[in-house]
């Protein structure tokens, strides 16, 4: 990082252009922001190999595209390129941001979810053991981004504990990526009339076996009122093996997007991932059910946010036999509260105020 920051000091003394980078590292994560973005000022996408069907999508559309993951463009345009430019919006930490930063640049970080159960940044358990250049190579990242923006109060706490971050670098606008979520229309079977139950649970470090949801079981007690979906995350895809899909369950493959599956269910299972947040904003009155199996292993290696270790607005089970339990009691309540709570400024205007402050700040602004 320190030859990164030399070269980046001697680019400096060019003149900062208006224009917008776009630092691509989670894919289905923009919905068209950035081709709005576009429209009203120049936009160079960065993107790395997770992305790199949706970055070819974007260049269709006649924006610049170059991949992170390349040293020679790297060396060659990526450091040159941010470092004269006028904004660089981010949906993830990238390491070499906190060597490049100059005082008349803006970065935004927009974050990939709505919400946090999980710790990170200084909050996760394992930066502990990490040395001193370390985290202080960590901090200087976290100290370049000059605003974050949330979709709650919530959020915001989080990344003043996780980043750094202060109250007054927070812009309450709402994530872009949630307003396509209002123009979507609730999913229903004409065919099967029974509720859908969605399974999607977030991966773990070197998970080599399915979670241990009994899915023989489920279908015993609820397969006449129930079916269910099963959405593993990207990484342990790999998992589902030789599963057969039935008449209960379907297993969904890779390029099956999350997002239209949650427009289909009826009711959310899941643990640790950020679909609880999009679960609720788009079904806030239908039940989300914590299955912790792990609670304690995670807490210990990854960590749970406080907020969640103390959960009263969703259910926490550790067992199929606990969700049966639920299920069959009618004692499930809506996700209202939390709903609020994580998605207080999800309107569906969010792209609109993100664009209007980009362009303001585009043209030289302070906010």
């Known amino acids: 990082m320190f030859l990164i920051s030399i070269y980046s000091k001697f680019l400096s003394f060019a003149k900062t252009k208006k224009r917008v980078i776009y630092l691509l590292s989670f894919p289905d994560n923009n919905h068209g922001f950035i081709e709005q973005l576009n429209q009203q000022q120049t936009v160079i996408v960065f993107y790395n190999k997770k992305c790199h069907s949706e970055a070819l999508r974007l260049r269709e559309k006649g924006i610049k595209i170059y991949p992170l993951d390349s040293l020679f463009y790297f060396i060659s345009y990526t450091i040159p390129v941010i470092t004269n430019s006028r904004v660089v919006i981010c949906d993830n930490y990238f390491p070499f941001l906190g060597a490049i930063k100059k005082k008349n640049q803006v970065f935004i970080q927009i974050w990939h979810a709505v919400g946090a159960v999980k710790r990170f940044g200084l909050e996760e358990h394992k930066?502990?053991?990490?040395?001193?250049?370390?985290?202080?190579?960590?901090?200087?990242?976290?100290?370049?981004?000059?605003?974050?923006?949330?979709?709650?109060?919530?959020?915001?706490?989080?990344?003043?504990?996780?980043?750094?971050?202060?109250?007054?670098?927070?812009?309450?606008?709402?994530?872009?990526?949630?307003?396509?979520?209002?123009?979507?229309?609730?999913?229903?079977?004409?065919?099967?009339?029974?509720?859908?139950?969605?399974?999607?649970?977030?991966?773990?470090?070197?998970?080599?076996?399915?979670?241990?949801?009994?899915?023989?079981?489920?279908?015993?007690?609820?397969?006449?009122?129930?079916?269910?979906?099963?959405?593993?995350?990207?990484?342990?895809?790999?998992?589902?093996?030789?599963?057969?899909?039935?008449?209960?369950?379907?297993?969904?493959?890779?390029?099956?997007?999350?997002?239209?599956?949650?427009?289909?269910?009826?009711?959310?299972?899941?643990?640790?991932?950020?679909?609880?947040?999009?679960?609720?904003?788009?079904?806030?009155?239908?039940?989300?059910?914590?299955?912790?199996?792990?609670?304690?292993?995670?807490?210990?290696?990854?960590?749970?946010?406080?907020?969640?270790?103390?959960?009263d607005s969703l259910p926490v089970v550790k067992s199929t036999t606990e969700i049966i339990t639920l299920l069959t009691s009618d004692t499930l309540t809506s996700t209202n509260l939390f709903n609020k709570e994580w998605n207080t400024y999800n309107d569906g205007q969010a792209t609109i105020r993100l664009l209007a402050y980009v362009r303001y700040i585009v043209g030289g602004n302070k906010w």
């Open 127 to 311: 930066i502990s053991s990490c040395t001193k250049a370390d985290l202080k190579r960590y901090k200087n990242v976290y100290r370049s981004f000059d605003k974050y923006i949330v979709s709650s109060h919530k959020m915001s706490q989080v990344f003043q504990r996780s980043y750094l971050a202060q109250e007054r670098q927070m812009l309450y606008f709402g994530l872009p990526r949630t307003d396509f979520l209002f123009q979507q229309i609730k999913v229903e079977s004409d065919f099967d009339k029974r509720k859908v139950i969605l399974y999607a649970p977030t991966y773990r470090d070197n998970q080599v076996a399915l979670p241990p949801l009994d899915i023989k079981q489920l279908e015993e007690k609820l397969g006449d009122q129930y079916r269910l979906i099963v959405k593993l995350h990207p990484h342990i895809q790999f998992l589902i093996g030789t599963q057969e899909d039935t008449s209960f369950v379907r297993w969904c493959r890779k390029d099956e997007s999350l997002n239209n599956l949650i427009l289909e269910a009826d009711i959310l299972i899941s643990d640790y991932s950020s679909v609880l947040f999009d679960f609720s904003l788009v079904n806030p009155n239908s039940p989300i059910i914590l299955f912790w199996y792990d609670r304690d292993l995670y807490e210990k290696k990854i960590g749970i946010q406080e907020d969640f270790l103390k959960i």
